[in-house]
């Protein structure tokens, strides 16, 4: 069992008391040998499947890659760059190591406290109408509520439910994500039955999509993820990485656990050429509507704009995910809002280090503002 002399050094050293030092160390040790199990064992499913990725980088940059992230562990698992370069035939030593990303990235630009952010019952509260997907319903902890948060009796929210336009789109409005819990029903009787025991869902419009997302996978919302970065040295807000998500197999949603694939946007707004799915396996084209990945994402400089006006208002979170989509009319318009459980490998199965040019300032930071020397 690998332990980080390095971290468990600052640990014992920090201005913090022996009691508070102990407590530090144990929950540090619980994380990061968490993070090292769970993704060898993911590494170890995409290998598998993909024997190829097993192959070693040049030799000078896993030396660069080794000594770049070996502040946090002298001996971290290569895995993480060599999958990333294998996909991409880029690599780059400043692709971040996924077990140090959970155990020593993350956790210092995460403020759990403002989870709320992420409460899909709110977003039409905190953001301009029009932003979101219109709310039809609430059910917040138990209790019913129409869409301007009025009080309602089971009854009386039924008595809406039989009034508002259907297919609706029911949702987890909180601590949902990869798509779990999105249900889609067809009338009032379907609503009454799968809404009777749910004690936190949002019932909303579904929308639709623009012909060209829709071109790739019909049957699902095809999305777009977001990535921002608020600098921890000046405060500005940056675009880190765009990815296009969509659906497989005639299913109605299109997160990877159900078999979505995704491809990387560049700078550009082109897609890079290929998608991937949960275990790195590329595809040229769309397994189902043979779509190839090379084609220009539309209103490029409007999804930016979008994406940045939107991050403003979200504070003080350091890294931002936005899930976007393009509707019908052609508006950019935001479907959920994600401040922690990050998937990096959005960017990094592209040959795209998560972090890009403020790789250095982040784990600049992290090393002073280390989670466990607080």
């Given at each position: 069992?690998?332990?980080?002399?390095?971290?468990y050094?600052?640990i014992?050293?920090?201005?913090?008391?022996l009691?508070?030092?102990?407590?530090?160390?144990?929950?540090y040790?619980?994380?990061?040998?968490g993070?090292?199990?769970a993704w060898?064992?993911r590494?170890?499913?995409?290998l598998?499947r993909n024997?190829d990725?097993?192959?070693?980088?040049d030799?000078?940059i896993?030396?660069e890659?080794k000594?770049?992230w070996?502040?946090?562990?002298?001996k971290?698992d290569?895995?993480t760059l060599?999958?990333?370069?294998?996909?991409?035939g880029?690599a780059?030593?400043?692709?971040?190591p996924?077990e140090?990303f959970?155990a020593?990235i993350e956790p210092?630009?995460?403020?759990l406290?403002?989870?709320?952010?992420?409460?899909?019952?709110?977003?039409?509260?905190?953001y301009p109408?029009g932003n979101?997907p219109?709310?039809l319903l609430?059910?917040?902890?138990?209790?019913?509520?129409?869409s301007n948060f009025?009080?309602?009796?089971f009854?009386?929210?039924?008595d809406?439910?039989?009034?508002?336009s259907?297919?609706?789109?029911?949702?987890?409005?909180?601590?949902?994500?990869?798509?779990?819990?999105?249900y889609?029903?067809?009338?009032?009787?379907?609503?009454?039955?799968?809404?009777?025991?749910?004690?936190?869902?949002?019932?909303?419009?579904?929308?639709?999509?623009h012909?060209?997302?829709?071109s790739?996978?019909?049957?699902?919302l095809?999305?777009?993820?977001?990535?921002?970065?608020?600098?921890v040295?000046?405060?500005r807000?940056?675009?880190?990485s765009?990815?296009l998500t969509?659906?497989r197999?005639?299913?109605?949603v299109?997160?990877?656990t159900a078999?979505g694939?995704?491809?990387?946007?560049?700078?550009?707004g082109y897609?890079?050429g290929y998608a991937?799915?949960?275990?790195?396996?590329?595809?040229?084209?769309?397994?189902d509507?043979?779509?190839?990945?090379d084609?220009?994402?539309p209103?490029?400089?409007g999804?930016k704009?979008?994406s940045?006006a939107?991050?403003?208002?979200i504070?003080p979170?350091?890294?931002i995910?936005?899930d976007?989509?393009?509707?019908?009319?052609?508006?950019?318009?935001?479907?959920?809002?994600?401040?922690?459980?990050?998937?990096?490998?959005s960017?990094?199965?592209?040959?795209?280090?998560f972090?890009?040019?403020f790789?250095?300032?982040v784990?600049?930071y992290?090393q002073?503002?280390?989670?466990?020397?607080?």
């Amino acid at each position: 069992m690998e332990i980080s002399i390095v971290m468990y050094a600052k640990i014992l050293t920090a201005n913090i008391k022996l009691k508070e030092k102990i407590k530090k160390i144990i929950s540090y040790f619980r994380r990061y040998r968490g993070a090292q199990k769970a993704w060898h064992k993911r590494h170890e499913r995409v290998l598998n499947r993909n024997k190829d990725y097993r192959k070693r980088c040049d030799r000078k940059i896993e030396l660069e890659h080794k000594k770049l992230w070996s502040s946090f562990h002298p001996k971290f698992d290569l895995s993480t760059l060599r999958i990333a370069a294998n996909i991409s035939g880029k690599a780059d030593p400043r692709i971040v190591p996924e077990e140090i990303f959970v155990a020593d990235i993350e956790p210092n630009l995460t403020d759990l406290s403002v989870s709320l952010l992420s409460h899909k019952s709110f977003y039409n509260r905190w953001y301009p109408v029009g932003n979101f997907p219109a709310d039809l319903l609430h059910i917040i902890d138990g209790h019913w509520y129409d869409s301007n948060f009025n009080r309602l009796e089971f009854k009386q929210f039924l008595d809406n439910a039989a009034q508002i336009s259907y297919p609706v789109a029911v949702k987890p409005n909180s601590s949902s994500y990869g798509g779990n819990g999105i249900y889609f029903a067809k009338d009032v009787d379907e609503l009454k039955s799968y809404c009777h025991n749910k004690d936190n869902c949002i019932i909303q419009e579904k929308v639709e999509q623009h012909p060209f997302f829709a071109s790739f996978h019909p049957s699902s919302l095809n999305t777009i993820r977001v990535y921002l970065y608020r600098s921890v040295k000046d405060h500005r807000l940056h675009i880190l990485s765009m990815d296009l998500t969509v659906g497989r197999s005639g299913l109605n949603v299109n997160n990877e656990t159900a078999g979505g694939i995704y491809s990387g946007i560049t700078d550009e707004g082109y897609l890079v050429g290929y998608a991937v799915d949960k275990y790195g396996t590329r595809y040229e084209r769309h397994p189902d509507t043979g779509e190839t990945f090379d084609k220009a994402i539309p209103d490029i400089e409007g999804l930016k704009s979008f994406s940045l006006a939107v991050g403003e208002k979200i504070l003080p979170i350091t890294v931002i995910g936005l899930d976007l989509f393009y509707d019908k009319a052609g508006q950019w318009r935001m479907m959920e809002i994600n401040t922690q459980s990050h998937s990096i490998r959005s960017a990094q199965y592209f040959g795209k280090p998560f972090f890009g040019e403020f790789t250095d300032e982040v784990i600049a930071y992290c090393q002073k503002n280390h989670w466990t020397l607080r």
